[in-house]
Protein backbone atom coordinates (compact mmCIF):
# COMPACT_ATOMS: atom_id res chain seq x y z
CA UNK A 1 0.00 0.00 0.00
CA UNK A 2 2.91 2.66 1.02
CA UNK A 3 4.45 1.68 -2.87
CA UNK A 4 1.19 2.83 -4.41
CA UNK A 5 1.05 5.66 -2.27
CA UNK A 6 4.41 6.55 -3.15
CA UNK A 7 3.81 6.03 -6.93
CA UNK A 8 0.51 8.35 -6.73
CA UNK A 9 2.44 11.02 -5.14
CA UNK A 10 5.45 11.25 -7.50
CA UNK A 11 2.92 10.99 -9.85
CA UNK A 12 0.74 14.28 -8.63
CA UNK A 13 4.77 16.09 -8.08
CA UNK A 14 5.33 15.60 -11.83
CA UNK A 15 2.19 16.82 -13.34
CA UNK A 16 2.97 19.63 -10.88
CA UNK A 17 5.88 20.27 -12.37
CA UNK A 18 4.53 20.17 -16.15
CA UNK A 19 1.81 22.72 -15.02
CA UNK A 20 4.49 25.11 -14.14
CA UNK A 21 6.20 24.93 -17.13
CA UNK A 22 2.59 25.46 -19.27
CA UNK A 23 1.43 28.20 -17.14
CA UNK A 24 5.13 30.07 -17.54
CA UNK A 25 4.82 29.07 -21.65
CA UNK A 26 1.30 30.47 -21.23
CA UNK A 27 2.65 33.38 -20.06
CA UNK A 28 5.07 34.11 -22.27
CA UNK A 29 2.68 34.02 -25.12
CA UNK A 30 0.48 36.12 -23.99
CA UNK A 31 3.10 38.72 -23.37
CA UNK A 32 4.58 38.12 -27.05
CA UNK A 33 0.96 38.00 -28.58
CA UNK A 34 0.27 41.45 -27.55
CA UNK A 35 3.11 42.56 -29.51
CA UNK A 36 2.41 40.33 -32.54
CA UNK A 37 -0.82 41.16 -32.06
CA UNK A 38 -0.22 45.02 -32.34
CA UNK A 39 2.07 44.77 -35.53
CA UNK A 40 -0.43 42.35 -37.53
CA UNK A 41 -2.94 44.68 -36.81
CA UNK A 42 -1.66 47.90 -38.19
CA UNK A 43 0.27 46.71 -41.01
CA UNK A 44 -2.97 44.49 -42.28
CA UNK A 45 -4.97 47.46 -43.53
CA UNK A 46 -2.01 49.07 -44.97
CA UNK A 47 -0.95 46.18 -47.03
CA UNK A 48 -4.46 45.04 -48.12
CA UNK A 49 -5.04 48.49 -49.45
CA UNK A 50 -1.71 48.45 -51.43
CA UNK A 51 -2.36 45.04 -52.25
CA UNK A 52 -5.57 46.22 -53.77
CA UNK A 53 -3.87 49.40 -55.47
CA UNK A 54 -1.45 47.32 -56.96
CA UNK A 55 -3.91 44.79 -58.48
CA UNK A 56 -5.61 48.05 -59.75
CA UNK A 57 -3.05 49.54 -61.49
CA UNK A 58 -1.70 46.57 -63.30
CA UNK A 59 -4.86 45.96 -64.87
CA UNK A 60 -4.47 49.57 -66.04
CA UNK A 61 -1.00 49.26 -67.52
CA UNK A 62 -0.83 46.08 -69.00
CA UNK A 63 1.56 45.75 -71.45
CA UNK A 64 4.40 48.02 -69.98
CA UNK A 65 7.92 47.14 -69.66
CA UNK A 66 7.52 47.32 -65.49
CA UNK A 67 4.36 45.36 -65.22
CA UNK A 68 6.69 42.27 -65.29
CA UNK A 69 5.14 41.15 -62.05
CA UNK A 70 1.76 40.65 -63.42
CA UNK A 71 2.09 38.95 -66.54
CA UNK A 72 0.53 35.68 -66.58
CA UNK A 73 2.76 33.06 -68.33
CA UNK A 74 1.90 29.12 -69.18
CA UNK A 75 2.68 27.60 -65.75
CA UNK A 76 5.88 25.36 -66.38
CA UNK A 77 7.84 25.80 -63.51
CA UNK A 78 6.37 26.51 -59.85
CA UNK A 79 7.37 27.58 -56.37
CA UNK A 80 5.15 27.15 -53.23
CA UNK A 81 6.60 28.73 -50.18
CA UNK A 82 5.51 27.51 -46.60
CA UNK A 83 5.29 29.70 -43.85
CA UNK A 84 5.31 27.98 -40.62
CA UNK A 85 6.09 28.64 -37.05
CA UNK A 86 10.34 27.58 -35.82
CA UNK A 87 8.75 26.00 -32.66
CA UNK A 88 6.34 23.62 -32.08
CA UNK A 89 3.96 23.60 -28.56
CA UNK A 90 1.24 25.06 -30.28
CA UNK A 91 -1.73 23.23 -30.85
CA UNK A 92 -2.39 21.93 -34.34
CA UNK A 93 -1.77 25.40 -36.01
CA UNK A 94 1.43 24.05 -38.08
CA UNK A 95 -0.16 20.81 -38.86
CA UNK A 96 -3.50 22.89 -40.22
CA UNK A 97 -0.76 24.95 -42.46
CA UNK A 98 1.37 21.57 -43.73
CA UNK A 99 -2.65 20.07 -44.89
CA UNK A 100 -3.04 22.98 -46.41
CA UNK A 101 0.52 23.05 -48.16
CA UNK A 102 -0.11 19.57 -49.05
CA UNK A 103 -3.54 20.69 -50.69
CA UNK A 104 -1.90 23.36 -52.84
CA UNK A 105 1.05 21.10 -54.12
CA UNK A 106 -1.06 18.63 -55.07
CA UNK A 107 -2.82 21.28 -57.39
CA UNK A 108 0.69 21.09 -59.41
CA UNK A 109 1.05 17.08 -59.72
CA UNK A 110 1.86 17.95 -63.48
CA UNK A 111 5.01 20.34 -62.62
CA UNK A 112 5.73 17.86 -59.88
CA UNK A 113 6.55 14.97 -62.10
CA UNK A 114 8.51 17.02 -64.47
CA UNK A 115 10.47 18.02 -61.61
CA UNK A 116 9.54 21.86 -61.98
CA UNK A 117 8.04 22.20 -58.28
CA UNK A 118 9.87 23.97 -55.87
CA UNK A 119 9.55 24.35 -52.24
CA UNK A 120 10.77 27.27 -50.32
CA UNK A 121 10.03 26.55 -46.54
CA UNK A 122 10.15 29.60 -44.25
CA UNK A 123 10.43 27.99 -40.38
CA UNK A 124 11.89 24.81 -39.49
CA UNK A 125 8.02 22.64 -38.96
CA UNK A 126 6.90 22.31 -42.28
CA UNK A 127 10.44 21.52 -43.19
CA UNK A 128 11.01 18.76 -40.85
CA UNK A 129 7.11 17.67 -42.19
CA UNK A 130 7.54 17.26 -45.56
CA UNK A 131 11.56 17.16 -46.39
CA UNK A 132 10.61 13.17 -46.95
CA UNK A 133 7.38 13.12 -48.24
CA UNK A 134 8.10 15.78 -50.95
CA UNK A 135 11.83 14.18 -51.92
CA UNK A 136 11.28 14.17 -55.66
CA UNK A 137 10.40 17.93 -55.39
CA UNK A 138 13.35 20.64 -55.23
CA UNK A 139 13.87 21.94 -52.01
CA UNK A 140 15.80 25.39 -52.25
CA UNK A 141 17.42 24.97 -49.19
CA UNK A 142 16.93 23.37 -45.62
CA UNK A 143 14.80 26.13 -44.15
CA UNK A 144 14.74 29.77 -43.28
CA UNK A 145 14.37 31.58 -40.07
CA UNK A 146 13.58 34.82 -39.86
CA UNK A 147 11.63 34.82 -36.94
CA UNK A 148 14.32 36.12 -34.31
CA UNK A 149 14.29 39.38 -36.10
CA UNK A 150 10.83 40.14 -38.37
CA UNK A 151 11.99 43.99 -39.30
CA UNK A 152 11.22 44.80 -42.87
CA UNK A 153 15.00 45.03 -42.99
CA UNK A 154 15.82 41.45 -42.47
CA UNK A 155 13.17 39.95 -43.98
CA UNK A 156 12.71 41.91 -47.12
CA UNK A 157 15.48 39.38 -48.91
CA UNK A 158 12.67 36.67 -49.18
CA UNK A 159 10.01 38.93 -51.68
CA UNK A 160 13.16 40.12 -53.42
CA UNK A 161 14.51 36.50 -54.29
CA UNK A 162 11.25 35.34 -54.96
CA UNK A 163 10.26 38.76 -57.40
CA UNK A 164 13.99 38.12 -59.01
CA UNK A 165 13.46 35.03 -60.31
CA UNK A 166 10.02 35.40 -61.36
CA UNK A 167 10.85 38.30 -62.94
CA UNK A 168 14.01 36.27 -64.89
CA UNK A 169 11.04 33.37 -65.80
CA UNK A 170 12.67 31.21 -63.15
CA UNK A 171 8.95 30.47 -61.96
CA UNK A 172 6.22 30.90 -63.74
CA UNK A 173 3.54 30.78 -60.52
CA UNK A 174 4.90 31.49 -56.57
CA UNK A 175 2.32 30.38 -54.15
CA UNK A 176 2.17 31.05 -50.20
CA UNK A 177 1.09 29.73 -47.72
CA UNK A 178 0.63 30.81 -44.37
CA UNK A 179 -1.40 31.00 -41.27
CA UNK A 180 -3.50 33.78 -40.86
CA UNK A 181 -4.61 35.74 -37.68
CA UNK A 182 -7.76 36.10 -36.57
CA UNK A 183 -7.21 36.36 -32.86
CA UNK A 184 -6.05 34.74 -29.83
CA UNK A 185 -8.34 31.35 -30.53
CA UNK A 186 -8.56 31.51 -34.06
CA UNK A 187 -6.29 30.98 -36.52
CA UNK A 188 -6.63 29.47 -39.97
CA UNK A 189 -4.56 28.53 -42.74
CA UNK A 190 -4.51 30.28 -46.11
CA UNK A 191 -2.65 29.59 -49.53
CA UNK A 192 -2.60 32.70 -51.88
CA UNK A 193 -1.07 33.43 -55.37
CA UNK A 194 2.14 35.42 -54.68
CA UNK A 195 2.94 36.79 -58.16
CA UNK A 196 2.03 36.78 -60.71
CA UNK A 197 -0.10 39.65 -59.32
CA UNK A 198 -3.97 39.08 -59.72
CA UNK A 199 -5.42 41.56 -61.96
CA UNK A 200 -8.75 43.12 -60.54
CA UNK A 201 -11.74 42.38 -62.51
CA UNK A 202 -15.11 43.91 -62.45
CA UNK A 203 -18.28 41.78 -61.64
CA UNK A 204 -21.98 41.79 -63.22
CA UNK A 205 -23.02 43.41 -59.83
CA UNK A 206 -19.95 45.98 -59.49
CA UNK A 207 -19.63 48.42 -62.21
CA UNK A 208 -16.03 47.91 -63.74
CA UNK A 209 -15.29 51.92 -63.23
CA UNK A 210 -15.75 51.41 -59.81
CA UNK A 211 -13.24 48.25 -59.40
CA UNK A 212 -10.40 50.20 -61.78
CA UNK A 213 -9.24 53.20 -60.90
CA UNK A 214 -7.65 55.76 -63.53
CA UNK A 215 -4.19 56.82 -62.00
CA UNK A 216 -2.28 60.03 -62.51
CA UNK A 217 1.65 59.11 -62.15
CA UNK A 218 4.08 61.93 -60.93
CA UNK A 219 6.53 62.58 -62.03
CA UNK A 220 6.72 59.56 -64.45
CA UNK A 221 5.19 56.45 -64.38
CA UNK A 222 7.76 54.02 -65.50
CA UNK A 223 10.41 55.28 -62.79
CA UNK A 224 7.49 55.37 -60.25
CA UNK A 225 6.09 51.35 -60.67
CA UNK A 226 9.55 50.22 -61.10
CA UNK A 227 10.25 51.65 -57.27
CA UNK A 228 6.63 51.03 -55.98
CA UNK A 229 5.40 47.72 -57.14
CA UNK A 230 8.55 45.70 -55.57
CA UNK A 231 7.55 48.03 -52.83
CA UNK A 232 4.18 46.74 -51.99
CA UNK A 233 5.44 43.03 -52.78
CA UNK A 234 7.34 43.21 -49.65
CA UNK A 235 4.74 44.46 -47.79
CA UNK A 236 2.47 41.83 -48.89
CA UNK A 237 4.98 38.97 -47.91
CA UNK A 238 5.69 40.91 -44.55
CA UNK A 239 2.29 40.63 -43.57
CA UNK A 240 2.38 36.92 -44.19
CA UNK A 241 4.70 36.78 -42.08
CA UNK A 242 3.48 38.92 -39.23
CA UNK A 243 0.11 37.10 -39.32
CA UNK A 244 2.11 33.50 -38.80
CA UNK A 245 3.61 35.16 -35.98
CA UNK A 246 0.98 36.27 -34.60
CA UNK A 247 -0.74 33.05 -35.44
CA UNK A 248 1.73 30.70 -33.74
CA UNK A 249 1.49 32.36 -30.55
CA UNK A 250 -2.18 33.12 -30.09
CA UNK A 251 -2.34 29.39 -30.77
CA UNK A 252 0.41 28.28 -28.08
CA UNK A 253 -1.13 30.47 -25.88
CA UNK A 254 -4.27 28.83 -26.34
CA UNK A 255 -2.62 25.34 -26.40
CA UNK A 256 -0.66 25.85 -23.10
CA UNK A 257 -3.67 27.23 -21.47
CA UNK A 258 -5.67 23.88 -22.50
CA UNK A 259 -2.47 21.94 -21.12
CA UNK A 260 -2.60 23.82 -17.81
CA UNK A 261 -6.20 23.21 -16.93
CA UNK A 262 -6.00 19.55 -18.16
CA UNK A 263 -3.19 19.44 -15.83
CA UNK A 264 -5.28 20.96 -13.38
CA UNK A 265 -8.21 17.97 -13.67
CA UNK A 266 -5.12 15.56 -13.30
CA UNK A 267 -4.20 16.74 -10.08
CA UNK A 268 -7.76 16.93 -8.75
CA UNK A 269 -8.35 13.38 -10.27
CA UNK A 270 -4.85 11.92 -8.54
CA UNK A 271 -5.91 13.90 -5.04
CA UNK A 272 -9.08 11.94 -4.66
CA UNK A 273 -6.75 8.30 -5.74
CA UNK A 274 -4.44 9.28 -3.50
CA UNK A 275 -6.91 10.23 -0.58
CA UNK A 276 -8.96 6.67 -1.21
CA UNK A 277 -5.74 4.87 -0.55
CA UNK A 278 -4.66 6.83 2.39
CA UNK A 279 -7.62 6.13 3.82
CA UNK A 280 -7.58 2.22 3.06
CA UNK A 281 -4.14 2.05 4.34
CA UNK A 282 -4.77 3.62 7.72
CA UNK A 283 -8.49 1.50 7.79
CA UNK A 284 -6.73 -1.45 7.22
CA UNK A 285 -3.73 -0.38 10.16
CA UNK A 286 -6.53 0.25 12.24
CA UNK A 287 -8.37 -3.07 11.40
CA UNK A 288 -5.13 -4.90 12.15
CA UNK A 289 -4.72 -3.20 15.58
CA UNK A 290 -8.52 -4.13 16.65
CA UNK A 291 -7.56 -7.82 15.09
CA UNK A 292 -4.44 -7.55 16.89
CA UNK A 293 -5.93 -6.77 20.34
CA UNK A 294 -8.94 -8.77 20.31
CA UNK A 295 -6.11 -12.09 19.41
CA UNK A 296 -4.23 -10.54 22.84
CA UNK A 297 -8.00 -10.91 24.61
CA UNK A 298 -8.54 -13.89 23.91
Known amino acids: MSGQLKEVRDRMKSVKSTQQITR ?3 MVSAAKLRKAQQAIVEMRPYADR ?24 EI ?7 VTSHRGLCGAFNSNIIKKAVELIGKYDAQRQAGNL ?5 GRKGYDALKRRFADCNLVQDYIDVYNDLSFENTKQIPELLMQTFKEGTYDRIDVCYGRFKNAAVQFPEGVQFLPV ?24 DELLESLIPSILQ ?22 D ?15 NYNKARQEAITKE ?6 GAAALAG
Open 24 to 26: AMK
Open 50 to 73: LNRMLKNILSNVEGDVNTSFGVER
Open 76 to 82: NKVAIVI
Open 118 to 122: DIIFV
Open 198 to 221: EKMEGTAEQDDSKMKADYIFEPNK
Open 235 to 256: TTFQKFLLDTNASEHGARMTAM
Open 258 to 272: NATENAQELLNELRI
Open 286 to 291: LSEIVG
